[in-house]
């Protein structure tokens, strides 16, 4: 059957405007492929275990597929324990339409969640996200907010303390008051000490020149420290451990990294592994296949014994064979 020619006319038309929708169609699905994401990283102060959960969550996006300098650029910020930087940072990465950003420790997630309502925020090194007002519920958050938890296995941390020291039965501890991921931690502590029939006393700090005060008026009262993962005291372990050590008092610490830095032992987490985990989740929230609102807080996967065993000899306390079986020793 033969079209007339204004058949035709139409007919070729319908086909020109068919491949162009192909065409327009084909363009959309490549440039969402090559899309650059945009990612702000916000850490509260430069210390071994919030550098390692930085580097985690960075390697654990490209273990993913986002990779820096393919198709992610990172604006990688640290505030420096100070609160106008961290709401500098906020601003910035408001006003910068990050596609998701990363707080690293309680008082950084708290700041940038107070900045945005709209942007996903993934956290990581933070205690307890409800009690940080971060979150309605652990399981179904309901803010832009989720992450991994570095809460710790306290009671076997304390277990360990009785078990290096058998004899101790005060317990000091020092953190920063206004950290609320060190008070609960604290409060865990305390609770479980005194169900074991050791007292404990707190002293508490508002910054890093307080340590030593607060170090001294304990170290003549207390057989053993207890140390939270507490941000100030994690980046400035030298300046307590040079009174405890003085004073021939173990400290037993929240994580690995602080042991490292001269604390005697812990049973703790592995802040690299943590920080890779909420890479994972970010990964989840740029490929659409979660919203922060849904995905439930994480929590460690992997803990670990560390002992200073140069700090250990320092103190002249033997750490049991049972205890060095299997533990990480830094010499």
């Known amino acids: 059957m033969k079209l007339s020619r204004k058949a035709k006319v139409l007919a070729l038309g319908i086909a020109t405007m068919l491949a162009a929708g192909a065409m327009a169609g084909c363009g959309s699905e490549q440039s969402a492929g090559n899309k650059t994401y945009k990612i702000g990283v916000v850490q509260l102060v430069e210390h071994s275990a919030l550098d390692a959960a930085n580097k985690g969550f960075v390697d654990g996006l490209k273990e993913r597929g986002f990779e820096e300098g393919k198709n992610v650029t990172f604006d990688q910020q640290n505030a420096q324990a100070d609160q106008s930087n961290l709401q500098n940072i906020a601003q910035r990465f408001v006003s910068g339409k990050m596609d998701l950003i990363c707080a690293i420790a309680t008082p950084a997630a708290q700041t940038i969640a107070n900045a945005t309502k709209d942007i996903p925020i993934l956290g990581t090194a933070i205690t307890d996200y409800v009690g940080a007002k971060l979150v309605s519920n652990n399981d179904r958050p309901g803010t832009n907010v989720s992450g991994t938890s570095d809460m710790n296995p306290i009671k076997e941390q304390i ?12 317990i000091g501890t ?16 305390k609770d479980y000490a005194e169900s074991k029939g050791l007292t404990v006393k707190i002293a508490t700090i508002s910054t890093v020149n307080d340590i030593q005060q607060a170090a001294q008026s304990l170290a003549g009262e207390v057989d053993a420290f207890y140390v939270p993962t507490d941000n100030i005291l994690a980046s400035a372990m030298p300046n307590l451990v040079a009174i405890t050590d003085a004073a021939k008092k173990p400290v037993f610490c929240g994580e690995p990294n602080m042991v490292k830095a001269g604390g005697l032992a812990t049973y703790g987490i592995d802040y690299y592994k943590l920080g890779v985990q909420t890479g994972h989740m970010a990964a989840d929230v740029l490929e659409g296949k979660a919203k922060p609102a849904e995905m439930p807080i994480q929590t460690a996967q992997d803990l670990k014994v560390v002992i200073n065993k140069k700090n250990a000899a320092a103190l002249g306390i033997t750490i049991p064979a049972d ?3 299997g533990a990480e020793v830094v010499e």
């Open 159 to 170: 277990d360990l303390l009785m078990k290096i020291c058998p004899n101790a039965k005060t």
């Open 174 to 189: 020092i953190y920063c008051s206004s950290e609320v991921n060190s008070e609960v931690q604290v409060k865990a502590m």
């Open 323 to 325: 205890v060095l079986n």
